[in-house]
């Protein structure tokens, strides 16, 4: 085999949108400089929000192996890991303690929310991504009411002039706030590297990888690919979908968890809203496809789809020397949103 044909490989193999978009994230990192933006620090941030990001882009692995399609309905999982945050805070804890107490708590829900989720979608087999898409946002509206009723009275989370009700958005500084970020953080200048949270990230993933590859997952994956092989091979195919979309529905909880150790903060009522399509998006740049996912294609897509986010709006603004950033973020998400989702047929392995 030549030159030529090896890089024809390559770019077939890698896939030729994905490859242009690599180049084109390039590009900026170069430009950075003459922009008046530290190319260290754009570096630290496309980590921080890889990290960020990456595990609530993994959510969307179990139910596209399944067949259920890209989880329009994440924010199921993103409410059970945000009742478990603001609990955990209501309960006290603090430091480690208060992020391994989100989590566990968070689980219960996450399990209930996606038991009767996944009956749901086994009952509209076929148009999965359309129910769960108004799922996720009835999910959202009805929870805007909850936020005002739980009865919540932790004096760090409930208004202070009406002493009941749950504020839009809650610190969780001094409890689990950076906690995995500074986990043996590297910090070289400008640069830094989020390790505690890529690694933790690194375990869930490893994990997944191991679930896909046992009995069970295997199973899971040929329902997905074949499900009249699978129902003929004695596969319980309603049995297989409701665990995946169950493990996806608390993949959510976790990931809004370790989203808001780097964010700094807990977003309620309308902010887990459009937190499906960027995750959607990043799984579908990565070479996904409505049947077909990897590890490889969460951690390709997350990267570049937080990367072009994180550099575009900072370099345009050095370029032209006005504040439009807000402007450019909208419009690169919603236009990477628009094009991975008109790609969703097309899966690299």
Known sequence: ????????????????????????????????PFANVNVGAGLANVFTRFGMNAVLVLAMVPMIHSGCGLNFGLPLGIISGLLGATMSIEFGFTGISSFIMAILISTPFALVLG???????NRVKGGEMMIATYVGFSSVAFMCIM???????????????????????ISVAGYYGGLLDNFLRIQIGHFAIPTGTILFFALLAFLMWLFLRTKT?????????????????GVSIDRLR???????????????IMYEQSYGFIQLYM?????ALPAVSAILLGGASVNKASIANVIIGTLLFQGILTMTPSVMNGLIQMDV????????????????????QEATR
Do not use: C
Not at 2 to 24: H, T
């Open 1 to 32: 085999m030549d030159i030529k044909e090896r890089v024809q490989s390559l770019v077939k193999s890698f896939g030729l949108p994905r490859l242009i978009i690599a180049i084109f994230l390039l590009l900026l990192f170069i430009i950075a």
């Open 115 to 121: 038991a009767g989720y996944g009956g749901l979608l």
């Open 147 to 169: 936020w005002l009723l739980l009865p919540y009275d932790s004096p760090n989370m409930v208004w202070g002039y009406a002493g009941t009700g749950l504020r839009t958005t």
């Open 217 to 233: 997952g295997t199973a899971m994956t040929a329902v997905g690919s074949n499900p009249v092989f699978a129902k003929a091979s």
């Open 242 to 256: 409701m665990l995946s979309v169950v493990l996806s529905t608390w993949l959510g909880a976790v990931g809004i």
């Open 271 to 275: 902010g887990p809203f459009n937190m």
């Open 325 to 344: 950033s807000e402007v450019i973020r909208i419009i690169v998400s919603n236009g990477m949103i628009l094009y991975a989702l008109t790609r969703k």
